[in-house]
């Protein structure tokens, strides 16, 4: 039992991570509502952004045409700053006071779209996190990986009924998102906390699997 002068038990820190178009944002979605109609406090981020000034920083980031091209460290230090302040405003406050954090995209995509896909060094950036966020890391990682054709297709299937233009990373070729999703792959293959989903499933059978890791991670 918990008394009045005891803190809740830390909230789980979930990360929905993959190419452009897997699922994630949809997935997220569907998992906090499977936690909160299980009675817990859950709360859905982003990232780039997720806090007023961290949701500029996405802008600038997302934003497909500016009068110069955007120098690949300005756009990873960038991201950090957006994660800095994303850290330091929501996520660990959330975590502290027991709500789980359930979060579309973090630090592992920008080892996979600044390490692997624009080239930059993995051991900056290894830097760059840790300064950021320390030892916290997710204590899961659901992995949505599709054949980047997959995805696109997608993306643009939802930017077409939307409305919505392409952001700048769309404007890529395929051999930068093949990059990406190698990276996704490789830091998959090297950290138990990722869990590999193939998102090329129906979304009924993805959600099975979800439920299942869900079930696992809440005892419920
Ligand atoms: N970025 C981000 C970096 O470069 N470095 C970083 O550190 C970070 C954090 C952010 C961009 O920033 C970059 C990466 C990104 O390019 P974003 O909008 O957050 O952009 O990311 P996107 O991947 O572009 O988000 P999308 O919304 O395009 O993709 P999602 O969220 O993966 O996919 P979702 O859920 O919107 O689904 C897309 C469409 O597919 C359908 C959905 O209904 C939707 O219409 N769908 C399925 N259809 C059939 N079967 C399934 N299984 C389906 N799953 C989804």
Redesign the pocket.
Known sequence: MTSANTPPPRGKFITFE??????????VQWCADWLMERGLEVMVT???GGTPIAELIRNK??KAHHAESMVPMA?LLL?FAARVQHLEAVILPALSQGTWVLC????D??IA??GF?RGLDLGSIETLKNLAQGTLEPDCTLL?DAPVDV?MA??R??TA?SGEDI?R??TEQMAFFERVRDGFQALAATQARFVTLD?????DD?QSELAIRLSLLSGL
Do not use: C, M
Not at 18 to 27: C, P, Q, R
Not at 199 to 203: D, E, F, G
């Open positions: 993959g190419g452009e178009g897997v699922g994630k944002t949809t997935n982003r990232e780039p980031l997302l756009e991201v579309d995209r973090f630090t995509s920008t779209y600044q896909g949505l995805g997608r993306a299937g939802r009924i952001d990373f769309e998102a090329t499933q129906s979304l993805i």
